[in-house]
Each structure stands twice: as C-alpha cells, then as structure tokens.
T-cell receptor, first 118, second 114 residues
Framework: AQKVTQAQTEISVVEKEDVTLDCVYETRDTTYYLFWYKQPPSGELVFLIRRNSFDEQNEISGRYSWNFQKSTSSFNFTITASQVVDSAVYFCALSEAREVDSSYKLIFGSGTRLLVRP | DGGITQSPKYLFRKEGQNVTLSCEQNLNHDAMYWYRQDPGQGLRLIYYSQIVNDFQKGDIAEGYSVSREKKESFPLTVTSAQKNPTAFYLC?????????????FGPGTRLTVL
C-alpha cells in the first residue's frame, strides 16, 4: 500500500529561523506525483507545489524550497526566514491509482503543525 | 471569483438525524471529492465523482451518501448510520482525476454531534 509519513507532529520556531518539514513516502509506482498543501487556521487547504517523480530538480519559490530525493523517497519542504503568517498545518500528499476505475486519489500524510513565534 | 463554497461553516446535529453538507464550485471542474479530517490526522476520502451522475466510494464511505446531479454541486449527506460523525469536512474539486491534477479545496464544514 502506498503511504505518506510526516514524522514531525509539531514544530515551533522563532520568527526568521529556517525550518524544514519532512515527508517520506512509499510507492510501487514508477511514475507518480507528490504535493504539498498548507492549511491555515481558517481550515481551507491551499495548494503549494506539485512534483513529478521524474523531475528531481530542487525548486525554489520565494522563501519556500523543496528538496525531492527519489533515492530516499523524500520530498522535504523548507521555509527560509520564517514569518508568523507561515503558522499552519502542512500536508504532504502522494497520488495513487485506484484499481476500481484507474482514476487517481491523493494519499495525505498526517500533517505537521508549524508554529512561528514572534 | 472562481472557487469552491461550502455551507454551513458550522453544523450541529442531534444523534439519529441526517444532515446534508453543501459544496458548490464554479471552476468548471469535472471531478469533485469529499474528505473527512479528524484532529491530528490527515484527510481521508469519503466519496468522489469524476463526472455528473456518477460517483464512487472512497476509503470511509460507510454512513455517508452523495449525489452529483449538476457539475457544480456535490452535496454530502451524513446519515444516522455514521457512528462518529463529529469531524471537519472538506470538499475539493479538480479538472480531472489524472495523477497530476492538484485539488482545490473549499473552506470546510465543522460538524458536531450533540
């Protein structure tokens, strides 16, 4: 079975610190997609990034960066110079094919709650 | 603005009652989903629909029912058969159900059983 593990339940940092959120996944698929979502206190999940399993280049978007390492089945997310507004729950997800109809669903990790203190 | 709306934001139910959660999208997406989120846990798929008049059970469909009569609407009914319905319910949509499709989420409905 496919699985996503976010071992860090909660992380607390002081503003301007860098923080890395870990994500480890298991899959037998050779082609798959990984996602990160942010869930602020309002509750709505916000899409952050999608990564194809064939693309191992790191990606940077402003203060956000992602490190995808297929060899260790990890897709870690780093926030540089964290801000109070970064406080949220962050979810890593993996696309999985459904045998019943060949559609895909997302398998979510249990999330990491990030608290950035002023 | 394009997006997904869910109503109500908060819902209280007495034991034995059925309740229906609304989800509407104006993104012209074919696929829609319902998830349940419990404290400290990830999202679990209840039902999904790839196209109008068609839907499939997800991982935890027991005690829930859905309909998809219109492309933009995917209401979820929590029936009295659902033994532990108190949770946060999220609706999502995507252009399709391919592996690369990201899902767009609504603001959620928090259901509490009294």
């Amino acid at each position: 079975a496919q699985k996503v593990t976010q071992a860090q339940t909660e992380i607390s940092v002081v503003e301007k610190e860098d923080v890395t959120l870990d994500c480890v996944y298991e899959t037998r698929d050779t082609t798959y997609y990984l996602f990160w979502y942010k869930q602020p206190p309002s509750g709505e999940l916000v899409f952050l990034i999608r990564r194809n399993s064939f693309d191992e280049q790191n990606e940077i978007s402003g203060r956000y960066s992602w490190n995808f390492q297929k060899s260790t089945s990890s897709f870690n997310f780093t926030i540089t110079a964290s801000q109070v507004v970064d406080s949220a729950v962050y979810f890593c997800a993996l696309s999985e094919a459904r045998e019943v109809d060949s559609s895909y669903k997302l398998i979510f990790g249990s999330g990491t709650r990030l608290l950035v203190r002023p | 603005d394009g997006g997904i709306t869910q109503s109500p934001k908060y819902l209280f139910r007495k034991e034995g009652q059925n309740v229906t959660l609304s989800c509407e999208q104006n993104l012209n997406h074919d696929a829609m989903y319902w998830y349940r989120q419990d404290p400290g846990q990830g999202l679990r798929l209840i039902y999904y629909s790839q196209i109008v008049n068609d839907f499939q059970k997800g991982d935890i469909a027991e005690g829930y029912s859905v309909s998809r009569e219109k492309k933009e609407s995917f209401p979820l009914t929590v029936t009295s058969a659902q033994k532990n319905p108190t949770a946060f319910y999220l609706c999502a949509s995507s252009p399709g159900t391919s592996s690369y499709n990201e899902q767009f989420f609504g603001p959620g409905t928090r259901l509490t059983v009294l």
